[in-house]
């Protein structure tokens, strides 16, 4: 067995370690979620305009599942910072010091931008879309029912990738820093990158276009905030080269 073969066995050996790690901070995460489930679905159901609403089960196993579903959610957020640590210990060995402090500094920024775009998707547009969809039902004359599971569902479908799109500014620092994007080419691509953000926009909001409008606003402003850092970004690594 020569060099290159071990050292590939000890990179698959260290990524098992730190999988193991993630994996067992997971189940103890999860664990701990199922104290949190319950004052967190009854404070969902009584924050906003689920107050206004009235929460049918149409199945038995409506309430296990939202239980289950929740407690995933809770076990994952919980667990994240630990998996974007052991991401990073794994390929920290890779990088210059000063590239390893910077990296770290991620961290604690994608969690703060995660939870910025769940507030916001929560606290503005969730209560929205739910007043334009009964807004909408009532003029057409139709009384709502509405299923505790298809509530809930609908929430976290709407709320959920947001915390990810609010991650673009992170992406963009970090693949500016590998040198795979430039703020020039940024600038260059802003009209096509619009275009691909209102696709998403369409595609996380429900089919109506002020929905749309509303996402689009912080998606142009997150994009023109990834181009002011990634050329941040950049100056750095151009003097670092230097």
Do not use: C
């Amino acid at each position: 067995m020569n060099d290159k073969e071990m050292s590939i066995y000890e990179h698959l050996g260290e990524l098992r370690k730190r999988l193991i790690i993630v994996v067992v901070f997971f189940v103890i995460a999860m664990i701990a979620s199922f104290f949190l489930v319950e004052p967190v679905i009854l404070y969902l159901q009584k924050a906003g305009e689920a107050k206004e609403l009235t929460m049918n089960a149409f199945r038995l196993t409506d309430p296990i599942k939202i239980y289950m579903q929740f407690a995933f959610v809770i076990a994952l957020i919980m667990t994240s910072p630990v998996l974007l640590y052991q991401l990073w210990a794994f390929i920290s060995p890779g990088l210059y010091e000063r590239e390893r402090k910077v990296t770290l500094s991620y961290i604690p920024l994608s969690l703060l931008l995660f939870l910025a775009g769940v507030s916001f998707a929560y606290f503005v547009l969730f209560p929205f879309v739910v007043r334009f969809m009964q807004n909408l039902a009532s003029s057409l004359g139709i009384h709502q029912v509405i299923g505790i599971n298809e509530y809930f569902e609908f929430l976290l479908q709407l709320v959920l990738p947001f915390g990810l799109v609010f991650q673009l500014p992170i992406i963009v620092m970090f693949l500016t820093r590998l040198g795979l994007i430039t703020p020039m080419f940024l600038v260059k691509v802003r009209k096509y990158a619009y275009f691909v953000l209102l696709i998403v926009a369409a595609i996380i909001t429900p089919p109506d276009v002020l929905s749309q409008v509303i996402v689009m606003i912080p998606l142009s402003i997150l994009y023109e905030i990834s181009i002011w850092i990634s050329r941040i970004a950049y100056r750095r690594a151009r003097l670092a080269e230097q």
